[in-house]
């Protein structure tokens, strides 16, 4: 339980809640439901063993906060997630709707469970441990297996680690859905380059070799997206963006619209995440003078968030 008042609001509330819910308590010490509704909150917060936060907020001392949430009446309550009020109640309500209000906003124990694993997987490859990456990933799927964003990576790393078989496994009921997901029909597309280049034997040659098919015919359509999915394979994402673009400005049709499904899917796969916190990195990125820092990770992924924008102008303008 804290304590909040003006000086500690934006460090504990704001920032705090980027990464674990924050309920407030607006109470005061004449309040006689605030009486009664306390000790339930603190036994809640004891009991649901750190998936939220209680901090109180005394409104007679705090009044500059209580007016900045428009308070009126007391005890009123407001979830804080991701720095941002999510919900919130007036009153002292019994200790069952408390738990309903709660259990509909907060992650539950096998979400914080695969979160835990998944926040692993980062140390693990930075430390050149695939196989150990692999294993927290597969424990947190296997913890959330509901959750998209899990399967997607758990997908993205087999796919990376070489286990193309797994990987299909792991994608497969994404498939079935109408319509397919974006980010998984990239998948899709990815692993079938991927099938393209281990089963087809023109793709056992060198890629240059489909060089002097296309010069011989710029219209090659089939030496193209040959070329194409075997960069795909070597990860070459750029210059099979490049080669899909040819095809696409000579033909949009062709191939059933291969060449842009598979342009597409890339940009996907290259888009960079967006920051899961957003208030802790603002933070990190300022000294203490406020100054904005921006790290090596952070220019590379503007680098190649610049990259994926420029291709999708690229593609209006060829579909156009």
Not at 297 to 308: F, K, P, R, Y
């Amino acid at each position: 339980m804290l304590d909040i008042t003006a000086d500690n609001f934006e460090a504990e509330v704001i920032l705090g809640s980027q990464t674990t819910p924050v309920l407030l308590d607006f109470w005061a010490p004449w309040c006689g439901p605030c009486k009664t509704l306390s000790p339930l909150l603190e036994k809640l917060e004891a009991a649901y063993g750190g998936r939220f936060v209680l901090a109180k907020v005394n409104s007679d001392e705090q009044q500059e906060l209580a007016g900045a949430f428009g308070i009126r009446s007391i005890p009123t309550c407001i979830l804080m997630i991701g720095g941002r009020p999510v919900d919130g109640f007036m009153g002292a309500l019994p200790e069952s709707k408390l738990r309903e209000f709660l259990d509909k906003h907060l992650p539950g124990e096998n979400e914080l469970q695969a979160q835990a694993e998944a926040d692993e997987v980062q140390g693990a490859l930075e430390a050149g441990d695939i196989d150990g990456a692999l294993a927290h990933m597969a424990q947190a799927f296997q913890a959330d297996p509901n959750n998209d964003t899990l399967r997607y990576d758990y997908a993205k790393l087999l796919i990376s680690a070489g286990d193309l078989e797994q990987a299909a496994g792991v994608v497969a009921p994404t498939l079935t859905r109408i319509p397919v997901p974006l980010q998984f029909e990239a998948l899709r597309q990815w692993l079938s380059a991927l099938e393209f280049v281990t089963s087809d034997p023109q793709a056992q040659q060198p890629v240059e070799s489909f060089d002097a098919r296309i010069a011989a015919n710029k219209r090659d359509f089939d030496a193209r997206f040959a070329k194409a999915r075997v960069l795909i394979a070597m990860q070459e994402w750029v210059a099979a963006l490049d080669e899909l673009l040819e095809i696409i400005m000579r033909d949009k049709k062709w191939g059933d619209e291969a060449p842009r499904k598979t342009y597409v899917a890339i940009l996907e796969l290259l888009t960079p995440p967006a920051p899961k916190d957003k208030g802790a990195d603002a933070a990190a990125s300022k000294t203490a003078g406020g100054i904005e820092l921006a790290g090596h990770a952070a220019v590379q992924q503007d680098e190649q968030a610049a990259m994926v924008s420029s291709y999708r102008r690229k593609l209006s303008m060829a579909l156009n």
